[in-house]
Nanobody, 119 residues
Framework: QVQLVESGGGLVQAGGSLRLSCAAS????????MGWFRQAPGKEREVVAR????????FYADSVKGRFTISRDTTKNTVTLQMNSLKPEDTAVYYC????????????WGQGTQVTVSS
């Protein structure tokens, strides 16, 4: 099995920062990309950021562009999300995910970590 575990969530005041981390354990798997997604109560899950494992090309949702930074550590097989200038609308459960191929669905998902931003 493959297990992804997120950490670093919590409560922060608007304008503050948080750093989320995602670590993988279990059997090895081919990695094409990893991403961060979030879901607020009553809303659909949305992509926050993605990173291509080979080369490190990134993608950001317009809502977080310029405030969030996704990065990876290729030696540790981990991915992080640095979140700066947080806003109340960033409040959600954040999920780490990984996919083994360029196309199709993400294969593995973490359990999620709560991020709450107070105004």
């Amino acid at each position: 099995q493959v297990q992804l575990v997120e950490s670093g969530g919590g409560l922060v005041q608007a304008g503050g920062s948080l750093r989320l981390s995602c670590a993988a354990s279990g059997r090895t798997f081919s990695r094409y990309a990893m991403g961060w997604f979030r879901q607020a109560p009553g809303k659909e899950r949305e992509v926050v950021a993605r990173i291509i494992w080979s080369g490190g090309s990134t993608f950001y949702a317009d809502s977080v562009k310029g405030r969030f930074t996704i990065s990876r550590d290729t030696t540790k097989n981990t991915v992080t999300l640095q979140m700066n200038s947080l806003k109340p609308e960033d409040t959600a459960v954040y999920y780490c995910a990984a996919k083994s191929k360029a196309y199709g669905q993400y294969d593995y998902w973490g359990q999620g970590t709560q991020v709450t931003v107070s105004s």
